[in-house]
């Protein structure tokens, strides 16, 4: 575990290897509704992944657009993330999207936040006791991730660590990773907030209130796998990946359901648009810059 220079932000490293994530061609494939193009994309666990700019499947990077002019491709959702057109947007996305392979692929792994994503939009942490960020659309909590670093008066070459939204296939490491270490991550029922935690775990690590409300961020031991908190249950969380023409994709599980029917290897699909679900969150992922640019 890490603390960020200046602020009481966790991460956890989460050991990976490139080849496991992604997928490489050469001949670029383009994201869906612009010209922008990239040369590699996410392979996904746990379902049939499908290639950038086919409007189908899962998949990432890539564009959301619906009919062609919704989501990714409003004027005002481009510009909480700092885009000036919706080819822009996409730029922007790959060239985030190749600095973590690259980074992945010098230094064998990534770092997560140990909690999932608090305080404010506009003022977010990772901290523990901290409260969960809820009810935020997939651009506004997007923005929230990136800022936890704050390199604005830097120079690229002055940059050596970045955050963002965890990407789908850094969510399916996570996963795997805490299979090899015995967390079950097909029924999550006994690690996380969900409603029949109680009713799964022996009286000594009962929580009260289990299941009735969003927790604030590492309530409960018994909620940390491998010092990861809230990874099953609690909210559910937005990731980078992209489904269908209207769709994102949130990973895990919430306190409304229980861990059977949401483990933390659950994919479920939401318009990035939603801003209103007071069980959606996310968390950031944290990456060192690459030297070998």
Known sequence: MIKQDGTQNEYVWIPANVDNMYTEVSTP???????????????????????????????????????????????????????????????????????????????????????????????????????????????????????????????????????????????DEVVAWLATKEYNTEDSSTWGNYNNYNDSVTADKQVEGAGTKVFEAGASENWKANNIYDFAGNAREWTQEAADTHTRVTRGGDYDFSGSDVPASNRNLSSPHNGLNPNFSTRPTLYISSTEQ
Request: hydrophobic share 30%; net charge negative; proline share 2%.
């Open 29 to 171: 494939v383009k994201l869906t509704g612009v010209e922008t193009t990239t040369s590699i994309y996410s392979k996904l666990r746990g379902v049939t992944g499908s290639t950038p700019g086919g409007n189908t499947g899962f998949r990432e990077p890539d564009l959301v657009v619906g009919s062609g002019s919704e989501y990714d491709a409003v004027a005002s959702y481009q510009t909480i993330l700092g885009a000036s057109s919706t080819k822009d947007m996409a730029d922007k996305m790959v060239a985030e999207y190749v600095e973590i392979h690259d980074s992945i692929e010098q230094y064998g792994g990534f770092y997560i936040g140990r909690y999932e994503l608090t305080e404010t939009k506009g003022t977010p942490t990772v901290e523990k006791g901290g409260t969960v960020i809820t009810q935020q659309n997939w651009y506004n909590l997007k923005k929230a991730c990136m800022s936890l670093v704050d390199n604005s008066d830097k120079e690229e070459s002055e940059i050596t660590a970045k955050t963002t939204m965890i990407y789908g296939n850094q969510w």
